[in-house]
T-cell receptor
């Protein structure tokens, strides 16, 4: 079974600075998908960024980028120029290529301070 | 289309009572997922449907839980004889396609069993 681990329960960053959230996972699959989802307080979870394991190039979406290290089974999220609206719980998630389910980590609560 | 809709948003019930939650996915999304999220944890997979067929159920889905998706449209999740351990946020998500496409989440139904 796949497992996803986020070792940072809470993090904080000053507005406009950069922060990196860590995620490691365990799988015997060679091809899979990785995601970062954001869950703002009392609002629905939304997709931040996604990475396909067979692609070596790290995904980027505006201020959000990932550092995908397949051999190390590591998938970190970097948020540049942090904004107050980035304050949320961030979840790392894994999905097999069969696409039947997402396996989530425990989450990292990010607070952006003014 | 306003996204994935879940009703009710909050439900308080007495132990032993039955409860039913409803999820209306985004139109034309053929896949529908149910997850359970307890406080401070990441969502855990419960079950998913492709159209009207329930293709996978987690071992977390005990005999007291049943889910349906008649005609491949909305879905209901029923919990019979509720227990205090059932208190959680129940999340619904939907996606279009057959694998690894973005899942869109609803705001969830928060269940409190007293």
């Amino acid at each position: 079974a796949q497992t996803v681990t986020q070792s940072q329960p809470e993090m904080s960053v000053q507005e406009a600075e950069t922060v990196t959230l860590s995620c490691t996972y365990d799988t015997s699959e060679s091809n899979y998908y990785l995601f970062w989802y954001k869950q703002p307080p009392s609002r629905q979870m939304i997709l931040v960024i996604r990475q396909e394991a067979y692609k070596q190039q790290n995904a980027t979406e505006n201020r959000f980028s990932v550092n995908f290290q397949k051999a190390a089974k590591s998938f970190s999220l970097k948020i540049s120029d942090s904004q107050l609206g980035d304050t949320a719980m961030y979840f790392c998630a894994f999905e097999e290529t069969s696409g039947s389910r997402l396996t989530f980590g425990e989450g990292t609560q990010l607070t952006v301070n003014p | 289309d306003t996204g994935v809709s879940q009703n009710p948003r909050h439900k308080i019930t007495k132990r032993g009572q039955n409860v039913t939650f409803r999820c209306d996915p985004i139109s034309e999304h053929n896949r529908l997922y149910w997850y359970r999220q307890t406080l401070g944890q990441g969502p855990e997979f419960l079950t998913y449907f492709q159209n009207e067929a329930q293709l996978e159920k987690s071992r977390l889905l005990s005999d007291r839980f049943s889910a349906e998706r008649p005609k491949g449209s909305f879905s209901t999740l029923e919990i019979q004889r509720t227990e205090q351990g059932d208190s959680a946020m129940y999340l619904c998500a939907s996606s279009f396609g057959f694998m690894n496409t973005e899942a869109f989440f609803g705001q969830g139904t928060r269940l409190t069993v007293v």
